[in-house]
């Protein structure tokens, strides 16, 4: 870290120097001397300046182009993986050749139309059963923007594998299938399509791109009725989750297994009533969250390994990260120092907000770090707490469960995954003003809004969500469902204090 010494203002060494020099000393070379030793002084000050004044410049030298991160989620089979593929495919990502691979791969396999999705599913496992079961990472270019493609699993056995993926995402394609029986079934409760429209949400994916596949299957064949179909089942509901539908939410008709209106805009002699954008358009044209690359550092991690010291990966959050920055790896406390920075596989000199990066670390080992960790600044470092209060909403609770007071499930907040008990219930708040509702409150039901305690066996890093959303917001799931949604609202006093 920065010793505040050295981040004196230069200017009174050049008076000091001038004070001297009017007081008798004539000599001019030595003066000339003198002015050099404050020059080079003034530079290694300027080497070790604080990022926050440095890094603004730095980002745009090491990225002109903006970033965002893209999850594909959506009902099994929908088409996600595919849709991915051909992205990578058709923005110069894969070449002929391995297309060609693929092809007579997922042939033997009898599964012709598998081919473009073994470009996302990578393992064995995955093209055996023609099921996405981890996060898919790959990386594209358009001519304004470079794209991270996080391809979540879409089957209901990988749910908590897809949150990972969505919560470092800014914005969500949305997979839904126009083949007939296919759309119903992931819409239908205990689909996917709902359930991960409901998640996406919840973990700040505010934009959504919804994308109707498989439009040129025979049965659909780029028919509007079909079309405008799905398009009106879906409003209603991705209003009640909470998203803004003429703001937030886009529809287009695609076909990604053949990559029809995903590059270029569909031929009207295909499909004469579509006059929307394409896929890469309508990506290129979303906003960019605004991002803080002078907070606090936050960098949730995901994952770690070994690899000539230890590398953790993760999206930042917050602040920016460069080579030889000192860093605590929170909640253990141990001091860290950053080695190396990768950014897309290459290696950056300084990473910002929203990039998803690999940091190589000494002072730490790999078997100390586990997922959910958070990469933090000293100066500020996160919050470490094993309860706190937080505001949920019930979404659906299993069979004949009442939600009170020592009810137990899995919180998932960013890259945490851990066991929770309800300890107390405050209070519930009326949906109509929001307030709370005065009496006491001992258990409540479906669509509940409360106030609650809840306490977790470890110490989790986690921020209040109105001063740091994307590490305050969280899931409850329960056997596999998820049950509730919530934003943290307030920490222990002792939380900073023990972090200090």
């Not at 770690?304 to 690899?307: L, N, R, T, V």
């Not at 406390?333 to 990066?357: F, L, W």
């Not at 219930?425 to 307030?435: N, R």
């Given at each position: 870290?920065?010793?505040?010494?050295?981040?004196?203002?230069?200017?009174?060494?050049?008076?000091?120097?001038?004070?001297?020099?009017?007081?008798?000393?004539?000599n001019?070379?030595?003066?000339?001397?003198?002015?050099?030793?404050?020059?080079?002084?003034?530079?290694?000050?300027?080497?070790?300046?604080?990022?926050?004044?440095?890094?603004?410049?730095?980002?745009?030298?090491?990225?002109?182009?903006?970033?965002?991160?893209?999850?594909?989620?959506?009902?099994?089979?929908?088409?996600?993986?595919?849709?991915?593929?051909?992205?990578?495919?058709?923005?110069?990502q894969?070449?002929?050749?391995?297309?060609?691979?693929?092809?007579?791969?997922?042939k033997?396999?009898?599964?012709?139309?598998?081919?473009?999705?073994?470009?996302?599913?990578?393992?064995?496992?995955?093209?055996?059963?023609?099921?996405?079961?981890?996060?898919?990472?790959?990386?594209?270019?358009?001519?304004?923007?470079?794209?991270?493609?996080?391809?979540?699993?879409g089957?209901?056995?990988?749910?908590?594998?897809?949150?990972?993926g969505?919560?470092q995402?800014?914005?969500?394609?949305?997979?839904?299938?126009?083949?007939?029986?296919?759309?119903?079934?992931?819409?239908?409760?205990?689909?996917?399509t709902?359930?991960?429209?409901?998640?996406?949400?919840?973990?700040?994916?505010?934009?959504?791109?919804?994308?109707?596949?498989?439009?040129?299957?025979?049965?659909?064949?780029w028919?509007?009725?079909?079309?405008?179909?799905?398009?009106?089942?879906?409003?209603?509901?991705?209003?009640?989750?909470?998203?803004?539908?003429?703001?937030?939410?886009?529809?287009?008709?695609?076909?990604?297994?053949?990559?029809?209106?995903?590059?270029?805009?569909?031929d009207?002699?295909?499909?004469?009533?579509?006059?929307?954008?394409?896929?890469?358009?309508?990506?290129?044209?979303?906003?960019?969250?605004?991002?803080?690359?002078?907070?606090?550092?936050?960098?949730?991690i995901?994952d770690?390994?070994?690899?000539m010291?230890?590398?953790?990966?993760?999206?930042?959050?917050?602040?920016?990260v460069?080579?030889?920055?000192?860093?605590?790896?929170?909640?253990?406390?141990?001091?860290?120092?950053?080695?190396?920075?990768?950014?897309?596989?290459?290696?950056?000199?300084?990473?910002?907000?929203?990039?998803?990066?690999r940091?190589?670390?000494?002072?730490?080992?790999?078997?100390?770090?586990?997922?959910?960790?958070?990469?933090?600044?000293?100066?500020?470092?996160?919050?470490?707490?094993?309860?706190?209060?937080?505001?949920?909403?019930?979404?659906?609770?299993l069979?004949?469960?009442?939600?009170?007071?020592?009810?137990?499930?899995v919180?998932?907040?960013?890259?945490?995954?851990?066991e929770?008990?309800?300890?107390?219930?405050?209070?519930?708040?009326?949906?109509?003003?929001?307030?709370?509702?005065?009496?006491?409150?001992?258990?409540?039901?479906?669509?509940?809004?409360?106030?609650?305690?809840?306490?977790?066996?470890?110490?989790?890093?986690?921020?209040?969500?109105?001063?740091?959303?994307?590490?305050?917001?969280?899931?409850?799931?329960?056997?596999?469902?998820t049950?509730?949604?919530?934003?943290?609202?307030?920490?222990?006093?002792?939380?900073?204090?023990?972090?200090?």
């Open positions: 870290m920065l010793n505040t010494k050295d981040a004196q203002p230069e200017e009174p060494k050049l008076d000091k120097m001038e004070e001297e020099g009017l007081c008798g000393r004539h001019a070379e030595h003066v000339k001397e003198e002015e050099a030793e404050v020059m080079d002084k003034m530079e290694e000050v300027r080497e070790k300046e604080p990022v926050s004044v440095q890094i603004e410049d730095e980002l745009m030298e090491e990225n002109e182009k903006r970033h965002l991160n893209v999850v594909f989620i959506g009902h099994v089979d929908a088409g996600k993986s595919t849709t991915g593929g051909q992205i990578l495919f058709l923005s110069g894969v070449d002929d050749r391995t297309i060609q691979k693929y092809e007579k791969e997922a033997d396999k009898s599964r012709e139309s598998w081919y473009m999705a073994y470009i996302m599913d990578t393992n064995e496992e995955e093209r055996v059963k023609g099921k996405t079961v981890e996060v898919g990472r790959a990386h594209f270019e358009t001519e304004t923007t470079r794209f991270t493609i996080l391809d979540a699993p089957h209901k056995s990988y749910v908590p594998n897809m949150i990972s969505a919560s995402a800014d914005v969500g394609v949305l997979v839904i299938s126009a083949r007939k029986g296919e759309f119903e079934t992931g819409y239908e409760r205990g689909g996917q709902r359930e991960h429209v409901q998640l996406a949400k919840t973990l700040g994916v505010s934009k959504l791109l919804v994308v109707v596949n498989k439009m040129d299957e025979p049965t659909v064949n028919s509007k009725a079909r079309y405008d179909e799905i398009e009106g089942k879906m409003i209603p509901f991705l209003r009640s989750s909470g998203y803004n539908v003429k703001k937030d939410v886009l529809f287009l008709p695609i076909s990604g297994l053949v990559g029809s209106n995903m590059k270029t805009r569909i009207k002699s295909v499909c004469p009533w579509w006059d929307g954008p394409c896929l890469f358009e309508a990506l290129d044209a979303v906003e960019v969250p605004p991002r803080d690359p002078r907070g606090p550092f936050r960098l949730p995901i770690k390994f070994k690899d010291g230890t590398v953790v990966m993760g999206k930042i959050e917050s602040g920016s460069r080579d030889g920055d000192a860093l605590l790896v929170m909640p253990n406390k141990s001091q860290v120092k950053v080695i190396a920075v990768y950014c897309d596989e290459n290696k950056v000199r300084v990473a910002g907000p929203g990039e998803n990066v940091i190589r670390l000494s002072g730490v080992e790999e078997e100390d770090i586990l997922s959910g960790f958070v990469l933090s600044s000293i100066a500020r470092p996160v919050p470490a707490v094993s309860e706190f209060v937080a505001q949920l909403q019930i979404l659906e609770l069979d004949n469960a009442i939600f009170t007071a020592g009810y137990k499930a919180l998932h907040i960013h890259s945490v995954v851990e929770c008990e309800i300890v107390e219930l405050l209070h519930q708040i009326d949906p109509k003003t929001k307030k709370p509702i005065k009496r006491k409150v001992l258990f409540v039901k479906n669509g509940a809004v409360v106030v609650c305690r809840i306490q977790v066996n470890n110490l989790i890093c986690i921020e209040k969500f109105t001063e740091f959303a994307q590490l305050g917001r969280f899931t409850l799931r329960t056997e596999g469902k049950v509730a949604v919530g934003k943290v609202t307030d920490l222990p006093a002792l939380a900073s204090s023990s972090t200090a």
